[in-house]
């Protein structure tokens, strides 16, 4: 554990603070109360009201400032109840296109899913969404996605950290980038075990890599969902969740890479289920303060393990060329033993 937090120690954990905090601006372009009410919605705090300072709202009915290309505005979301824009939206929409500001345009109506076309976007906008409402429920499933595609993924840090609408869509994604990049990075360091005497310092090497990557994505969770204080402080708080056996029991798990009959599909599966689980594990932590049982975290486990598989078996067959055939029949009731006997 010592050697995962030297590795730890030379990533700049100010420098990912610093960039989860970095400000946005966001210009919401409307007419009527829509533009104000859709602020509201994008701005959604718990036990807080009103808009995000990084939001703007400016009505529609106006003429756009001569100066929009000053504005510093990062994206431009032009509301409207109806698929086809007003002349003055028209207007908003061909300003902001010549300033160089991206235009996401929402449609806001109760009819606004049951026209075809809807959704689709149009000649100077970047994207459009339709949206029957703009309760969460709404917001979550339509909206964030189309939102967050809009924008580099440079920005996702910042804007779960600032808007808790999108936190929840950017810890789940993070956490299966992460799962993704070690499973990938497990088959990728898979064929030296194949090697007799290489076998033990792959593993720890391997170890080591995955370990250290699932505390940063534990501490990016943590920035995401809003922790505030000193980064080592934060780290500590992440170090507190993810011990009591933890991350120990992951380690045990990443072992069975040192059995070389088990295969390297089941390692894969692992490296990819232990990541998930430790993601989901900081998860509750950060954005609910739920430290799970370990009677949750089993039940994580398994629902990982089977998503793991399915991934391994993916990347198995991407590189088929590369990675050695799978486990004859036997093999797998070997490893379920195996698995058994893992104190997790």
Request: aromatic share 6%; hydrophobic share 45%.
């Amino acid at each position: 554990m010592a050697n995962v937090f030297r590795l730890i120690r030379e990533v700049d954990l100010a420098q990912l603070k610093t960039e989860s905090e970095a400000p946005f601006s966001w210009l919401v372009v409307g007419e009527g109360e829509l533009p104000y009410e859709l602020a509201e919605a994008l701005s959604m705090t718990p036990g807080q009201r009103g808009i995000h300072p990084f939001i703007t709202v400016a009505y529609a009915g106006t003429r756009p400032s001569a100066d929009l290309t000053q504005s510093g505005h990062d994206l431009a979301l032009l509301c409207t109840a109806d698929a086809a824009l007003s002349d003055n939206d028209q207007q908003w929409l061909a300003a902001l296109n010549r300033a160089g500001i991206p235009v996401l345009t929402v449609v806001v109506g109760v009819g606004a899913l049951q026209r075809v076309g809807s959704d689709t976007a149009r000649p100077g906008e970047v994207g459009r969404v339709a949206l029957a409402s703009l309760d969460e429920a709404q917001l979550t499933a339509r909206l964030v996605p189309t939102l967050l595609a809009a924008l580099p993924e440079s920005r996702y840090l910042p804007l779960a950290r600032h808007l808790p609408l999108f936190r929840p869509r950017v810890i789940n994604d993070l956490v299966e980038e992460t799962s993704r990049a070690n499973a990938i990075y497990s088959a990728s360091t898979s064929l030296g075990e194949l090697i007799p005497g290489l076998n033990i310092p792959f593993v720890a090497a391997d170890m080591l890599i995955l370990t250290k990557n699932q505390f940063i994505m534990a501490y990016k969770i943590a920035l995401a969902a809003g922790k505030s204080g000193e980064p080592k402080e934060i780290m500590g708080e992440v170090a507190s969740v993810l011990g009591g056996g933890l991350i120990f029991r992951q380690v045990a798990r990443e072992l069975v890479g040192l059995i070389p009959v088990i295969g390297i599909i089941p390692k894969i599966a692992v490296a990819y289920a232990g990541t998930r689980v430790i993601g989901k594990t900081a998860s509750a932590w950060a954005q609910e303060g739920v430290r799970l049982s370990g009677e949750d975290v089993r039940a994580l486990y398994d629902e990982a393990a089977k998503r793991g598989r399915a991934v391994a078996e993916r990347l198995r067959r991407q590189e088929r060329t590369v990675l050695p055939a799978p486990d004859n029949g036997s093999k797998p009731s070997r490893w379920q033993r195996l698995r058994d006997k893992l104190p997790f």
